[in-house]
Every structure is written in structure tokens, then in C-alpha cells.
């Protein structure tokens, strides 16, 4: 039998919800410090290795991969939601998910370095 948390022993990775915030003509302002965000849910995670495939999926998109992370499924994560993991944010490219294992894997963009 697995242990619950499946070896997701790298540190916990904060989700949040960004408030809705625009500037004067309705454009999304991202967020900057942690009051412009409400959290959602921390999640135990393991970082994982970032192949190729992933590199090119990235760029495809026209964004650059960060990290690579696992952790327990969680529906309700879509990629609006943002990452924080010591300090830094990041946006969600993708989520992958392995309902068999009960994982999802988040394929992370570092957007800054988060102000308290």
C-alpha cells in the first residue's frame, strides 16, 4: 500500500486565486504582492525532472518552463489559479493529470519573486 503522500517530500506549493483586478480598459493586472490573491490550497509536492518534450510544449505556447512539479490530485485546480512556492509565483502552463496514481503534474512558468 502507498504512503498518502507518495514521497511529495520537496516542500509544500501554495495555490492561490488571483483577485479580479483590471486597469482602466478592462486588461488583467497581475498580481504583485500576496494581498491580491486568495488562497486556495497548499499541496505537498515533489519536484520532477523536465524533459524535452516538456521544454518544447513550453515553448510552443510561447512561454518558458521553470519547474516541474507532482502532487496529489486536486480537481478544482484549473491553470487561472498561481503558485507560490518560497517566495516565488508562478503561473500554470499545464496540468497533466494520472487519475490512476491519484497525481497531477503542474508543468510551472516563473512569473517574480512575490512581495509580502
Known amino acids: 500500500m502507498k504512503k498518502k503522500t507518495q514521497g511529495l517530500n520537496d516542500g509544500f506549493a501554495l495555490l492561490y486565486k488571483p483577485k479580479e483586478q483590471e486597469t482602466d480598459f478592462s486588461a488583467a493586472i497581475s498580481p504583485k504582492n500576496m494581498d491580491d490573491l486568495i488562497h ?3 499541496m505537498a509536492y515533489q519536484e520532477q525532472y523536465k524533459r524535452e518534450q516538456d521544454y ?17 490530485l486536486y480537481d478544482q485546480i484549473t491553470k487561472e489559479y498561481k ?30 519573486k512575490i512581495a509580502e
Do not use: P
Not at 497533466?96 to 503534474?105: F, I
Open 56 to 72: 518544447e510544449f513550453a515553448d510552443s505556447i510561447g512561454h518558458s518552463l521553470s519547474l516541474k512539479i507532482r502532487t496529489l
Open 83 to 112: 503558485v507560490v512556492i518560497n517566495d516565488i509565483l508562478y503561473n500554470i502552463l499545464k496540468i497533466d493529470h494520472s487519475r490512476e496514481e491519484r497525481v497531477m503534474y503542474l508543468y510551472l512558468e516563473e512569473e517574480r
Open 40 to 42: 486556495f490550497v497548499d
